[in-house]
């Protein structure tokens, strides 16, 4: 900057032959990729775009400075400006993650910067000292802050350093909102979300503060899509409605006192993720953080931040397809338990667990003993194995454990074959014959041996023992583990 407005080619060869060093292979090709170099009196830019055919090249093969600072073309760019108090340096990205090859261009260590991505609201903010629009992408929380303290006025105008700026449009998940549209909606949303999680906290206190709850119900308040009710001994009552222009607002726990949905709105979210043709629902929990991108699970977005390993998202995809696949009633409700004890297992959102649970205890329970009370063998599924009755689970259930159940499940573990439920009293033919009189204390033993014996695997077991004809067919479970609380 100290030469212009005289160019030091040298100098600027260098310095985009440094940044291209910094890029991936794929990206330094040349046919797709421009790296160009702008210069200032006090600014200095670096960019890298893409090669649009879509727009035009000037006559003598250069692409354009407004091509390559175009909004839909640039990638990622470095400003370097300079001020009175000193030199700002600034970088970009359209993605909004730092790449580790962009991170070495500026001397940092890959492992020194924080990966998870800064937000997906995008504000495109116009200077009156810059000739092209500006990108920013927001945490919601963040926007929400320069809202209050008056950096982000009502109308639209920000306060950037000395230069004050008009954002014209704010983007929120590919859509675009003129300003004035999305503050209505952003102040009318975070106005009433703030409002529920007030209200949450007042009704599901600290862990500290929980000893203050005696009573002999086991969920002191209830809840559909419209309204959260108080629990007497013989009533509920309207404690308030429940609204909001985006979302379907929850308050579901099974953390004390405790807040039960009814068994119809349970039904929709339950139907949601295991239906294929169940409606859209969009949750927001009150006791859970906000986030902008939603957790989608079948058909239910859930949007707050949902802590999950990214291992079970991606072995959920493929159990839902396979109940989506499902060749009989039984094995499709099997299946559905197995895949809310893995979440139950594995969210660290303890509110958000506990909709899995409810699911567990108030819904699949229930419709798996009824469907093993009635005809209908069960049919081959992937993820299923069936096994006749073994003996030994009676007289020798510690022998059993140890010399049948583990090596069947280290089997799946370590093998190519996948198997995350082994059914016990299901015959070649899949006929339905259970095993009787097995005790529960014998099923306690079983699973207390067997996770033992897995202590170092990154599963654990879980038995389901389901009635059927005076006897019962045991359902053994084989739960990833990657994570949760």
Same mark, same amino acid.
């Given at each position: 900057?100290?030469?212009?407005?005289?160019?030091?080619?040298?100098?600027?060869?260098?310095?985009?032959?440094?940044?291209?060093?910094?890029?991936?292979?794929?990206?330094?090709?040349?046919?797709?990729?421009?790296?160009?170099?702008?210069?200032?009196?006090?600014?200095?830019?670096?960019?890298?775009?893409?090669?649009?055919?879509?727009?035009?090249?000037?006559?003598?093969?250069?692409?354009?400075?407004?091509?390559?600072?175009?909004?839909?073309?640039?990638?990622?760019?470095?400003?370097?400006?300079?001020?009175?108090?000193?030199?700002?340096?600034?970088?970009?990205?359209?993605?909004?993650?730092?790449?580790?090859?962009?991170?070495?261009?500026?001397?940092?260590?890959?492992?020194?910067?924080?990966?998870?991505?800064?937000?997906?609201?995008?504000?495109?903010?116009?200077?009156?000292?810059?000739?092209?629009?500006?990108?920013?992408?927001?945490?919601?929380?963040?926007? #929400?802050?320069?809202?209050?303290?008056?950096?982000?006025?009502?109308?639209?105008?920000?306060?950037?350093?000395?230069?004050?700026?008009?954002?014209?449009?704010?983007?929120?998940?590919?859509?675009?909102?003129?300003?004035?549209?999305?503050?209505?909606?952003?102040?009318?949303?975070?106005?009433?979300?703030?409002?529920?999680?007030?209200?949450?906290?007042?009704?599901?206190?600290?862990?500290?503060?929980?000893?203050?709850?005696?009573?002999?119900?086991?969920?002191?308040?209830?809840?559909?899509?419209?309204?959260?009710?108080?629990?007497?001994?013989?009533?509920?009552?309207?404690?308030?409605?429940?609204?909001?222009?985006?979302?379907?607002?929850?308050?579901?726990?099974?953390?004390?006192?405790?807040?039960?949905?009814?068994?119809?709105?349970?039904?929709?979210?339950?139907?949601?993720?295991?239906?294929?043709?169940?409606?859209?629902?969009?949750?927001?929990?009150?006791?859970?953080?906000?986030?902008?991108?939603?957790?989608?699970?079948?058909?239910?977005?859930?949007?707050?931040?949902?802590?999950?390993?990214?291992?079970?998202?991606?072995?959920?995809?493929?159990?839902?397809?396979?109940?989506?696949?499902?060749?009989?009633?039984?094995?499709?409700?099997?299946?559905?338990?197995?895949?809310?004890?893995?979440?139950?297992?594995?969210?660290?959102?303890?509110?958000?667990?506990?909709?899995?649970?409810?699911?567990?205890?108030?819904?699949?329970?229930?419709?798996?003993?009824?469907?093993?009370?009635?005809?209908?063998?069960?049919?081959?599924?992937?993820?299923?194995?069936?096994?006749?009755?073994?003996?030994?689970?009676?007289?020798?259930?510690?022998?059993?454990?140890?010399?049948?159940?583990?090596?069947?499940? #280290?089997?799946?573990?370590?093998?190519?074959?996948?198997?995350?439920?082994?059914?016990?009293?299901?015959?070649?033919?899949?006929?339905?014959?259970?095993?009787?009189?097995?005790?529960?204390?014998?099923?306690?033993?079983?699973?207390?041996?067997?996770?033992?014996?897995?202590?170092?695997?990154?599963?654990?077991?879980?038995?389901?023992?389901?009635?059927?004809?005076?006897?019962?067919?045991?359902?053994?479970?084989?739960?990833?583990?990657?994570?949760?609380?």
């Amino acid at each position: 900057m100290d030469s212009y407005p005289e160019r030091r080619d040298d100098e600027i060869e260098y310095l985009i032959d440094t940044f291209r060093a910094s890029l991936n292979t794929k990206s330094k090709e040349a046919d797709k990729f421009l790296v160009g170099v702008l210069q200032m009196e006090d600014v200095l830019v670096i960019v890298h775009s893409r090669k649009d055919p879509s727009l035009a090249e000037v006559e003598n093969g250069l692409y354009s400075v407004r091509v390559i600072l175009h909004p839909k073309n640039i990638i990622r760019a470095d400003i370097i400006k300079r001020t009175k108090k000193g030199v700002l340096f600034g970088a970009f990205e359209y993605s909004k993650r730092l790449s580790k090859g962009h991170a070495k261009f500026w001397g940092i260590e890959p492992e020194d910067v924080g990966w998870e991505s800064p937000g997906t609201i995008k504000l495109n903010i116009e200077l009156d000292t810059f000739s092209f629009p500006i990108l920013l992408p927001i945490e919601q929380d963040d926007l #929400k802050e320069l809202i209050d303290r008056g950096v982000i006025s009502p109308t639209g105008k920000i306060q950037i350093g000395k230069d004050e700026g008009k954002i014209t449009k704010v983007f929120i998940r590919n859509k675009a909102y003129d300003y004035k549209e999305f503050y209505d909606i952003f102040v009318i949303w975070t106005e009433k979300l703030n409002f529920y999680q007030r209200e949450f906290m007042k009704i599901v206190p600290s862990q500290s503060n929980l000893e203050i709850y005696v009573t002999n119900l086991k969920y002191q308040y209830r809840e559909d899509e419209t309204y959260l009710y108080t629990v007497r001994e013989s009533r509920e009552e309207i404690l308030f409605k429940k609204e909001h222009p985006n979302y379907t607002i929850c308050f579901f726990t099974t953390t004390k006192p405790g807040i039960q949905p009814k068994r119809s709105f349970l039904m929709k979210l339950y139907n949601s993720i295991f239906n294929g043709n169940g409606d859209l629902i969009k949750i927001w929990h009150a006791g859970e953080e906000t986030a902008v991108e939603p957790f989608k699970l079948g058909n239910l977005e859930i949007y707050n931040k949902v802590e999950i390993p990214e291992e079970i998202i991606e072995f959920s995809k493929d159990v839902l397809t396979q109940i989506q696949d499902a060749q009989s009633r039984k094995g499709k409700l099997l299946m559905e338990y197995m895949l809310c004890k893995v979440y139950s297992e594995n969210i660290k959102n303890r509110h958000i667990r506990s909709m899995f649970e409810f699911m567990i205890d108030e819904i699949l329970r229930k419709e798996i003993e009824y469907e093993f009370h009635h005809s209908g063998n069960l049919q081959k599924e992937d993820i299923l194995e069936f096994k006749s009755a073994d003996t030994l689970i009676l007289r020798k259930p510690a022998k059993f454990a140890k010399e049948r159940l583990v090596p069947t499940i #280290k089997k799946y573990i370590e093998g190519p074959t996948k198997r995350y439920c082994i059914v016990y009293g299901i015959e070649d033919d899949f006929r339905i014959v259970p095993i009787q009189h097995l005790k529960n204390d014998m099923i306690t033993e079983i699973e207390k041996i067997v996770n033992k014996q897995l202590s170092n695997e990154n599963v654990k077991i879980h038995i389901l023992p389901i009635s059927h004809n005076g006897g019962v067919v045991l359902a053994v479970y084989i739960i990833p583990k990657y994570g949760g609380e």
